[in-house]
């Protein structure tokens, strides 16, 4: 079973973005140098001085990366229908194939940074699109990585590495600098930003950030943000359109993965993840196994068909990013998703049925149908993603780490217990990546 998703109460439109964080209570983060008209100046005060103390995942193995921390930060919710009413009714001329298409998407709500039913973005040309996404993106990562940072118990000063996964917007200086300056990390913090794969890019950006840990035994942040929002394309009677405006949203995910095996963190955050656990052991007891398990990277593999290249597509245009998205995806996944999970599972002495937990991409009804089809799982086996794709739509790369909340929220498998998270992009590429569950106690 899957829990059922929680209610969503979006600020006003003249406050800053919403940020939930999972399992912890992030401290309210001021938002960063882009204050919307009529709200004041946030302070100075930098995020992670009074943290919880980290939990050092000792349980996994020598060197590996461990997801320990998630912080999720969302605009508005819009309700869909409203959302048809509002906007798409109109801009589809009323099409009664629109309406379906609408209707049929398994999408309940999504976030928008955009009011669509204030705003017109579909006649914005591509400059003042990027002008937006420099005014919206800082605040939305900085209050996602906050909270990542609150879930994992770690101060700004102890992260080593910041990457940053985009698709929908680009400005120099970019996000990642942005960000290193609103949360304030230390001058020597690495940062890498991955930009432009799409949906999948949380995976391969979630591998580079767990190397970079397994080398460097430092903590990493990996943040993917994506405001498609911001790329509604002129009408038009295209149904690839009518699909990809039924589906995306706008969020911001983080994560904070730790060195496990060793029990210590190397470098600055010597003094503050280690410290802070070794202290909060000695006075706290049983209180610091409480939290979020950990999940241990075992594994990551890729597939891309480069001959099926112009099926998905995500082009720079003078009107935004326009989205191809062809209807014989889900066709050309059929066959590759059984061989590519394979591929992961046995160099693992796996198979599908022993995994615990599916985090599949929510690319939309029939991909989740298909895949739910071609490894033969239970009815329920996707029911977060399902959920998921309700709750917030399609929102590109950060989805995936969406679904991995969600499954946090349900059964607690037993350490060691296998998760598989999939995400499918342009290419047409599939990535697919092997956790084993890390309880804290």
Do not use: K
Not at 156 to 169: E, P
Not at 197 to 219: E, H
Request: proline letters at 8%; one cysteine or more; charged letters at 20%.
């Amino acid at each position: 079973m899957t829990a059922a998703p929680r209610p969503v109460a979006g600020p006003s439109q003249a406050e800053a973005p919403r940020s939930e964080a999972t399992r912890s209570e992030a401290p309210q983060a001021e938002q960063p140098g882009t204050e919307q008209p009529g709200t004041e100046q946030p302070g100075t005060e930098q995020p992670g001085t009074e943290q919880p103390a980290a939990w050092l995942p000792q349980a996994a193995r020598p060197g590996a990366a461990v997801v320990t921390g998630l912080g999720i930060a969302v605009p508005d919710a819009v309700d869909q229908q409203r959302l048809w009413e509002d906007r798409f009714d109109d801009h589809f001329g009323g099409s009664p194939l629109a309406r379906r298409i609408f209707a049929g998407a398994g999408v309940r709500q999504r976030h928008t940074v955009v009011d669509l039913a204030m705003e017109s973005p579909h006649d914005w040309s591509t400059a003042e699109r990027m002008r937006r996404y420099a005014r919206e993106a800082p605040g939305l990562g900085h209050r996602a990585v906050v909270a990542a940072l609150a879930d994992a118990g770690l101060a700004a000063r102890d992260v080593g590495q910041l990457t940053v996964a985009s698709c929908t917007g680009y400005d120099t200086p970019g996000l990642d600098i942005r960000l290193a300056g609103s949360l304030g990390l230390e001058p020597g913090t690495q940062r890498l930003l991955v930009g432009h794969m799409g949906c999948y890019a949380a995976l391969p950006a979630l591998g580079s950030a767990a190397d970079f840990v397994t080398a460097r035994g430092r903590p990493a942040v990996l943040l993917c943000l994506e405001l498609p929002s911001l790329h509604l394309q002129p009408p038009t009677d295209e149904v690839q359109q009518v699909v990809t405006h039924a589906l995306f949203g706008d969020a911001a995910v983080a994560l904070v993965l730790l060195p496990g095996g060793s029990g210590t963190v190397r470098g600055a955050a010597a003094t503050g993840a280690a410290a802070m656990a070794a202290t909060a052991a000695a006075s706290a007891g049983p209180e610091v196994s409480r939290g979020r398990d950990g999940l241990e990277l075992v594994d990551l593999v890729a597939h891309t068909d480069p001959t099926t290249a112009d099926l998905m597509t995500w082009r720079v245009t003078d009107h935004g990013f326009r989205m191809g998205l062809s209807a014989a995806v889900p066709d050309v996944l059929a066959t590759q998703v059984r061989p590519v999970t394979e591929r992961l599972l046995t160099r693992h002495g796996l198979d599908v049925a022993d995994v615990a937990g599916w985090a599949v991409h929510p690319g939309g009804p029939r991909i989740l149908e298909t895949v739910e089809g071609e490894l033969d799982l239970a009815p329920d086996a996707l029911d977060a993603s399902r959920a998921v794709l309700a709750e917030y739509g399609n929102c590109s790369s950060p989805t995936v780490l969406l679904v991995l909340d969600r499954l946090s929220h349900g059964p607690r498998p037993a350490d060691g217990a296998p998760v598989v998270a999939m995400a499918f992009g342009p290419g047409l590429t599939l990535y697919a990546a092997l956790f084993r569950v890390r309880r804290r106690g």
